[in-house]
């Protein structure tokens, strides 16, 4: 009889692929694990040899999981977390139990990160870990304390805190603002920056247009992206102009890396940001971590009301 084990794949390639499909990234998965770009892509590779199936779709710019990447994934990655989690109690004598809060990447990347370092400072007793994923994750499965959901409020969980709500408008490096922004029709001659997200229209150019009376207009280039704070930073280089999301930011409307463009009868969706406890009885340091976003919360939300005024 054959062994299955034997029909298990290498760890490190199954560890190489989860950091892949967690960033959707080969460069930042690497940077993760401390490795080079190309033995990440080796380990995905040999994955996929190992088990005769594509994971990912290479696209320029950009990475997809397949549907064999995508059920791989779901699989691994809360495993993976298990045994993360008990290597580091076994190794420490004693369960180790940081905040685990899990938001997309984009939300994580502009907003949480940037302000993680005034929580560390002042609660440098706790331990955080940053699960950001693009994908709904099932809170109680994978043991996730916090969740930072982006939706309408019809579709929000029970219980769900409102953070703030979204507001789209153009951004720019101030350079290309100074250009971009001049009149409605300058906007055009610059390279607009698109996110591949068909399922949000708001989030896309065709609909901004559409509401200056431009949708048929051509832009002078595109550049398309599949990861929102990659079009962000691509903005506040100068690669173009992108739609930014107030609230996420607001950091950088603050520090001059980007300027908008002041259009209060635009930009406004139903969709809000909500804060989700993955249970009803939540730990102290749980709670000490909420209380933290919501204070950071106010803070954005006093800012974003100032910027209008």
Not at 67 to 95: C, H
Not at 108 to 114: G, I, K, Q
Not at 115 to 134: C, E, K, W, Y
Request: aromatic fraction near 6%; charged fraction near 20%; proline fraction near 6%.
């Amino acid at each position: 009889m054959t062994n299955p084990l034997l029909a298990i794949p290498p760890l490190d390639a199954i560890r190489g692929f989860v950091a892949v499909g967690r960033r959707m990234s080969i460069t930042l998965a690497a940077q993760d694990l401390c490795l080079t770009q190309s033995a990440v892509s080796r380990q995905i590779q040999a994955l996929e040899e190992h088990l005769g199936t594509p994971l990912l779709i290479r696209k320029h710019r950009a990475i997809t999981l397949t549907d064999a990447g995508e059920r791989l994934f779901e699989l691994a990655s809360p495993w993976l977390e298990r045994l993360a989690d008990y290597a580091s109690s076994v190794r420490g004598g004693g369960p180790l139990r940081p905040v685990t809060i899990t938001a997309t990447i984009g939300f994580t990347a502009l907003w949480l990160l940037p302000r993680l370092g005034s929580f560390q400072a002042t609660h440098p007793h706790i331990d955080v870990r940053m699960a950001a994923s693009n994908r709904l994750i099932d809170l109680k499965q994978e043991g996730i304390d916090l969740a930072i959901r982006y939706c309408r409020e019809v579709d929000a969980p029970a219980g769900a805190q409102r953070l703030f709500g979204e507001h789209v408008l153009p951004v720019a490096s101030p350079a290309v603002a100074k250009r971009a922004f001049a009149n409605p029709k300058a906007l055009l001659n610059e390279t607009l920056l698109e996110l591949d997200e068909r399922a949000r229209p708001w989030l896309r150019w065709s609909e901004w247009l559409a509401s200056t009376g431009t949708a048929h207009a051509k832009p002078k280039s595109t550049l398309h992206f599949n990861q929102y704070d990659q079009l962000i930073q691509a903005a506040a280089e100068g690669h173009g102009v992108a739609l930014g999301r107030v609230p996420l930011v607001q950091q950088m409307l603050k520090d001059g890396r980007l300027v908008a463009l002041q259009d209060a009868e635009r930009g406004r969706s139903d969709y809000a940001y909500w804060l989700v406890e993955g249970t009803s009885e939540p730990r102290q340091e749980v709670q000490v971590f909420r209380e933290w976003v919501e204070k950071e919360v106010q803070a954005t939300a006093g800012a974003m009301k100032n910027s209008r005024t």
